[in-house]
């Protein structure tokens, strides 16, 4: 039986099965309850911690994710057993704007935000670099030759992008190769078990314009699958895998959800849950585990016993014939 503790690959990082989203710490969810849960997530053998240089502006301010992580790892130490994933790209240019208006992927806001990250993180290197968002209006070889003098300055082990379009992606990716750069590891996109109707979110993403997209458009899909599935060294990373709650709550699921296809979805979920005692939402993380290639939950908690139970969902093992029942249903 596979469990958190077990590690994969990420190009060259080596990360547990299920990573922790840090977004609400410091905001949300309070210091000593974010404390409890960083050590509650370790000390099950976890070390793959996602934040970004944005997080959370809405709730507190931008950096507030990540001077707490700073201020937990100064008192725990032993900052190489864990792998600290952060973003830059979509933080707002002013105190007061919203998403509309951030300072996107060019060399400048990379340079910028490395360093701030690093100085909040107090620390000299991070493991996972991520372009936050998809920036239209930045040419990609300005974004990937700056990240690659990141890697190259030892401030950044490996990168990878999030929110990005499939032909962006190999297109990036091509870029790298043909310079000799850094190139993206993987992939941090919105995805879970239940799916988003087809031409759902397109409002909030022509807000967004041609600095990418949030949420289930920015999702992972089809193409997206067909990618990772051909190309075994670039990984995936599905962010809000628990849509929020929505798994135990049904109340919770956004409109976007709400469809015939998932009332089918949620019932083999059921299905499944009473065959092996397991909730519905340790039941996702496990569908994402055994998919083929394996997809990385990147799961938050507010609560221990949340962490709790997602931990225990990826310890859980679904047979063939319920990995078949869960995906054949639609
Ligand atoms: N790349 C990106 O653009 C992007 C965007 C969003 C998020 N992320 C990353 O992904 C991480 C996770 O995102 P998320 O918080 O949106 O996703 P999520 O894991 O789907 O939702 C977390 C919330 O779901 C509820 N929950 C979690 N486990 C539960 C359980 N076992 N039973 C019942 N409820 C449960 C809790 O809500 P309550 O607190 O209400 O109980 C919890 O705060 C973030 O921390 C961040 O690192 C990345």
Known sequence: MLTMLDKTDLGPLSVSRLALGAMLFGGNVEESLSRQLLDQYVAAGGNFIDTANNYSFWTAYAGSSEDLLGRWLKDRGRRDDLVIATKVGALPNRAGAGLEDIEGLGRTAIMRGIDSSLRRLGTDYIDLYY???????????????????????GKVRAIACSNMAVWRI????????????????????????????????????????????????????????????????????????????????????????????????????????????????????????????????????????????????????????????LDGAA
């Open 170 to 325: 190999e297109r990036a990716r091509q870029l790298s190769r043909q310079h000799g750069w850094a190139e993206y590891a993987g992939l941090q996109q919105h995805f879970s078990y239940f799916r988003p109707r087809p031409d759902s979110d397109l409002k909030r993403n022509a807000v967004m314009g041609l600095r990418g997209g949030w949420g289930t458009e920015a999702g992972l899909r089809g193409q997206h699958l067909d990618y990772i599935r051909f190309n075994p060294d670039f990984r995936a990373v599905a962010y809000t895998p628990m849509l929020r709650g929505a798994y135990a709550d049904p109340s919770r699921l956004e409109p976007a959800y709400r469809t015939e296809d998932n009332d089918k979805r949620r019932a083999a979920l059921e299905a499944v849950a009473g065959e092996t005692g397991a909730t519905p939402s340790q039941v996702v993380i496990a569908w994402l585990l055994h998919s083929t290639p394996a997809i990385i939950p990147l799961v938050a908690a507010s609560t221990p016993a949340q962490l709790a139970e997602n931990i225990a969902g990826a310890g859980l093992t679904l047979s063939a014939e319920q990995m078949a029942h």
């Open 131 to 153: 372009a936050h968002i998809d920036d239209r209006t930045t040419d990609l070889e300005e974004t990937l030759a700056a990240f690659n003098a990141l890697v190259q300055a």
